[in-house]
Every structure is written in C-alpha cells, then in structure tokens.
C-alpha cells in the first residue's frame, strides 16, 4: 500500500518536495496546502493533489502518513507540532525553528506522539559528504586537523525571516559535527549587518573540537555562489564541491626522520610533492535521497533522532 503524503506550503523548496514525491512509486501524493491560494491552486492541479488553504484543514480531513513542512521558518514549530500532535510524520525543512527551546519542544512532541520527525539538513545526504565521511571514519585522510567551509552568495530574495547563520551556515555546523561526530567544545562567532539593517547577512564561526577546528564563512554578499569544503588530515588535504559533488584528495609523501639541535632534538618532515585523486562518486539529487530516507524510515519503522537539527539550531544562534 502506498502512503499518503501531504505538503504544506508550495513555494520553492515545497515545490521541490511536490516533484520529488510525485516521482517516487513508493507514496501518493494527495494533498497540498499553501495560503497563496493562487499558486497553492496551480501546484494542485499541475499534480492532481487536493489543495487546502488550511493546513489544519488538510490534516485533519486527509489520513496522511507523511506531511512535508515547508513554510518560512518563523510558522515551522506551530505547523510541526500540529501535525505531530495530529500523530503524522513529519518532514520539517531546516532549520528546525526559530527558537531553541521550540526545537526542543518539537523532539518532545515526536517522541509523545511516536511519530517521526526529520528535519531536512539536506547535505547529509550529499553523495560528496557521505564520501568524505567514509574517508575520515576508514582512516584515509588521518586524524582531522582543522576544516574550513565556504558557503557564499548573493542575497536570496525569498528568505525574509532568518539571519545568515540560521538560514545559511546551520548546514556547515551541522555537516561537521556530523563529519567528525561531535559538538564543538569552545564557539566564536562574528555575525555583521552589510547590505541590510534587520539581520545579519554575513556571519564567520570559528568552531574549536577535541582534536580539530573549523572554521565556517557564509555571506548573502559575495557575487559568485561558492559551497566548498576543504579538510586538513594528518595524511593530506581534501578538497569537495557540494555543488558538483567533486573530491579531490592529496595523499601526502614524505619522509619523517629525526634531527638534533643543540640542545634538543625532534623529528622534521621532508615533503615530496603530493598524489592527486580525483575520488568519484555517482552523483545523486541529494532532497530525493533524503525522502527516499524518509519513506524507508515511515515504512519499515527505522527509527531517526533529530537532535542534531536542535543541536546546530543553538550553535547557529549563538552571538
């Protein structure tokens, strides 16, 4: 039996989910709520999916399996938690919320009503990430020294409601707290207002780990829209492109031998130049393998835990 899907709102990233679901065998995609009721009205029609201006009204009247969530942050946990006190499962856009406190009431509302909650932190299921995240677990780069991501570009006119750090760097902090597999122990942030006088729309985190740093760049202010990651290990340096989904990894060669000094001595690196691998992976639309995750989940009761939105939310808001 399929299951039913229903999306509240359809602008541009719920209108990805509407696609993205409509594509899938596996789910019906019944219903679609939006309060433009023109645009709402055009998504329904476009694929044959009842329309509702009510979100309420829509899960109320519609047995739903699965509810994607994708209105602007600032409605997230009032529409969440509706839906999850309504006992249905949820996929919430990120971030989570606005607020932490929110965030946590949403885990709370999932786990009360033994429901499925995922927030999307979409990058999780970039096929490039979850390369890099092999590389590191197998040992092939070596202990992580420090990362640096860079997540930069123009000023997007559909986000009204979420500073840069929340809208824009809370994919960065989340992707290395999942790389490396823990919170930062120390956080310093430098948040600015450039272009615009209510939020802030470039931000720089320096994020201090165990054994490793990072250090994340987002801005709405560069021309060029760049989303790289570049990693430093004890056995070379790594290169990806979340866009292209390109990795390049330089295996480094050299010799360690060691020398003595006057009164000391210590072991010096001699470098030869490094190996250049290109390392392939096949590339994938990342929001369809995130859902295709999402229905497994529903359908064979996986369970998902999704802290780590919360934990990225407070990290993102810190000042």
Same mark, same amino acid.
């Not at 329904?44 to 047995?63: H, L």
């Not at 272009?195 to 780990?209: P, W």
């Not at 292209?244 to 010096?268: C, G, T």
């Given at each position: ?7 509240i ?7 990805r ?5 409509? *594509?899938i065998d ?11 009721? !023109? &645009?709402?009205?055009k ?17 109320k009247?519609?047995k739903l399996?699965?509810? *994607?969530?994708?209105? =602007? ?5 009032e529409?969440?938690r ?6 249905v ?6 971030? /989570?919320?606005?607020?932490?406190? !929110? ?7 999932? +786990? ?14 970039n096929?490039?990430?979850i390369?890099?995240?092999e590389?590191?677990?197998s040992?092939e ?9 860079r997540?930069?570009?123009?000023? =997007? ?12 760097? /809370? ?8 790389? &490396?597999?823990?919170?930062p ?8 207002k ?7 729309d470039?931000v ?6 165990k054994? *490793? $740093?990072?250090?994340?760049q987002a ?5 060029? +829209?760049?989303?790289?990651?570049? /990693? ?6 790594l290169e ?5 989904q390109e ?10 031998? +060691? ?24 590339r ?12 497994? $989940?529903?359908k064979?009761?996986k369970p998902?835990n ?11 808001l810190?000042s």
């Amino acid at each position: 039996m399929k299951l039913k899907v229903g999306v509240i709102g359809t602008g541009n990233m719920g209108l990805r989910h509407v696609q993205t679901y409509a *594509s899938i065998d596996d789910v019906e995609l019944v219903s679609v709520s939006e309060v433009n009721e !023109e &645009l709402g009205k055009k998504v329904a029609k476009n694929y044959k999916a009842k329309f509702y201006s009510s979100y309420e009204d829509m899960i109320k009247s519609e047995k739903l399996d699965i509810v *994607s969530i994708c209105t =602007p942050t600032k409605f997230h946990f009032e529409v969440a938690r509706f839906a999850l006190r309504s006992k249905v499962n949820v996929l919430l856009e990120k971030p /989570i919320c606005q607020d932490y406190k !929110e965030a946590e009431a949403l885990l709370f509302e999932a +786990k009360r009503n033994k429901v499925k909650l995922l927030v999307g932190h979409i990058e999780r299921f970039n096929p490039a990430v979850i390369k890099v995240k092999e590389m590191i677990d197998s040992g092939e780069i070596g202990d992580v020294i420090a990362i640096i991501v860079r997540r930069v570009g123009g000023f =997007p006119s559909q986000i009204t409601d979420s500073d840069i750090a929340v809208d824009l760097s /809370i994919h960065d902090i989340d992707i290395i707290n999942f790389l &490396l597999e823990e919170l930062p122990k120390e956080i310093y942030v430098n948040k600015k207002k450039n272009h615009i006088t209510h939020r802030e729309d470039s931000v720089e985190f320096f994020l201090k780990y165990k054994r *490793s $740093s990072a250090y994340l760049q987002a801005n709405w202010i560069t021309p060029v +829209k760049i989303r790289k990651l570049n /990693i430093t290990g004890m056995n070379g340096y790594l290169e990806m492109d979340f866009i292209s989904q390109e990795i390049d990894f330089y295996k480094s060669n050299y010799k360690k031998f +060691k020398r003595k000094y006057e009164k000391f001595s210590d072991y010096v690196l001699e470098f030869s130049d490094p190996d250049k691998i290109n390392i392939k992976v096949a590339r994938k639309e990342p929001l369809k393998e995130e859902i295709l995750y999402f229905i497994d $989940s529903v359908k064979n009761k996986k369970p998902i835990n999704s802290r780590f939105a919360a934990d990225a939310l407070k990290i993102a808001l810190t000042s």
